[in-house]
């Protein structure tokens, strides 16, 4: 059976939902729900960026502190998915990595770019921009216990990635060292 594997994007937090996050969950969840009834196997994945600078900036601006301005406005977003029936199967998948030992806390640093928002070497090359260096802590799932199963899936014909340069990156990370704790 072949899976279909649906994601949406994964906006920031830094306001409220609108229409256009209600509509991009309801048509992911359509499309999953059709795919299931026609006997595919699915795969449907969502969530939010809630570590952006673009969060810390509103949460800046609307005067409050981010942990609370920023899980006010999460919580928004979980309610969409809440109201499609996603958290427990989100919550299972959380459960069974940690009770694997997959999941851990480890501190984070890198190059930031935050009008990209995404971690790169400085200077950005799409704003000219220095970027700043950021460390957080944050949860990890420890990828070293996949390498077998991705290997195995990009390599037989189960699995198909496209576009083909996503599964160039996956063939680099396939043979670089992998930090786990």
Not at 133 to 159: A, D, Q
Request: proline share 6%; charged share 25%.
């Amino acid at each position: 059976m072949d899976t279909l594997f649906i994601s949406t994007a994964i906006p920031f937090v830094n306001g409220a939902p609108h229409l256009g996050h209600a509509l991009e969950f309801v048509q992911a969840d359509v499309l999953a729900r059709h795919a299931r009834a026609r006997g595919s196997g699915v795969f449907l994945l969502t969530g939010t960026d809630e570590h952006a600078v673009k969060n810390v900036r509103a949460a800046a601006v609307a005067g409050r502190p981010i942990d609370e301005f920023v899980g006010a406005n999460a919580a928004r977003f979980r309610s969409l998915a809440d109201a499609l029936g996603r958290r427990p199967v989100v919550e299972a998948l959380w459960r069974r990595a940690a009770a694997a030992g997959d999941l851990y806390r480890s501190e984070y640093e890198a190059w930031y770019c935050g009008g990209c928002e995404e971690f790169r070497e400085p200077p950005c090359p799409e704003h000219d921009a220095p970027c700043e260096r950021v460390v957080e802590e944050n949860w990890f799932f420890r990828l070293s216990c996949c390498r077998s199963v991705w290997r195995f899936r990009t390599r037989s014909s189960c699995t198909t990635t496209s576009p083909p340069t996503d599964a160039r990156s996956g063939s680099r990370w396939e043979t670089r060292e992998i930090r786990t704790r």
